[in-house]
Nanobody, 123 residues
Framework: EVQLVESGGGLVQTGGSLRLSCTASEFTFDKHPIAWFRQAPGKERETVSC???????YYADSVKGRFTIASDNADNTLYLQMNSLKPEDTAVYYCAADYWGAAPCLLVPYDYWGQGTQVTVSS
């Protein structure tokens, strides 16, 4: 059974940084689409960043230049480095993965999801 587990969330002040991690069991990130999503209270879930099976990356406009997605294939861990955090980044962050790599990561209907980790940015 595929399991994804996020960690690294927490409370941080505006301008601070956090690094989220996502580890997987029974799934290898290498050459598969993987993504970070977030959902704030009362808002729809949105794609924050993702990596396509060919290595291409996507960032939402709201996080470009501040967030960096990376996959460590040796440790089979997905990271999201978040810098210059803003209150509007407050949300539950989820990692997701899928075996279907025929489309760009932004278009993949992800089958596997973590339980989420809360990120709260205080003003």
């Amino acid at each position: 059974e595929v399991q994804l587990v996020e960690s690294g969330g927490g409370l941080v002040q505006t301008g601070g940084s956090l690094r989220l991690s996502c580890t997987a069991s029974e799934f290898t990130f290498d050459k598969h689409p993987i993504a970070w999503f977030r959902q704030a209270p009362g808002k729809e879930r949105e794609t924050v960043s993702c990596i396509s099976s060919d290595g291409g990356t996507y960032y939402a406009d709201s996080v470009k230049g501040r967030f960096t997605i990376a996959s460590d294939n040796a440790d089979n861990t997905l990271y999201l480095q978040m810098n210059s955090l803003k209150p509007e980044d407050t949300a539950v962050y989820y990692c997701a993965a899928d075996y279907w790599g025929a489309a760009p990561c932004l278009l993949v209907p992800y089958d596997y999801w973590g339980q989420g980790t809360q990120v709260t940015v205080s003003s």
